[in-house]
């Protein structure tokens, strides 16, 4: 399975099966993280962690604190499609897959800016 973005036009195919969408939160300037997998129904939400707590950021019950982040699996099915919208208030979303962290604008090729990005499992 591929990885697709898309984002002001532009669509790129990355060749990965898991990787790790990282975060700084808007408000709050607390780093998230997502590890998802690229599967046929879609992508998954495999667990997610946040360095701490604040408003609009809570953990779930569920969330266990392991070395300083809250962890937790999420409960859902998959997802056709995730839209990530970039405020321009906390830095850039980052891609990470095989040991290699990078922008959205370094993966698409140009500044993002304000434009959303939508992630997908890539069509066969």
Known sequence: MNLCLASAGVVKTLAVAAFTLVWTHSIEKTAWQEDWRVTP???????????????????????????????WTPKRKPLREVVLANSGLAGEWRLCADGQCRTLSQIIGHEIGPQPTTMSACPE
Do not use: I, N, S, Y
């Open 41 to 71: 129904q879609g992508l998954d939400l495999v667990q997610a962690r946040v360095k701490g707590t604040g408003a609009g950021m809570e953990p779930p019950p569920e969330a266990r604190l392991v070395d300083g982040w809250f962890q």
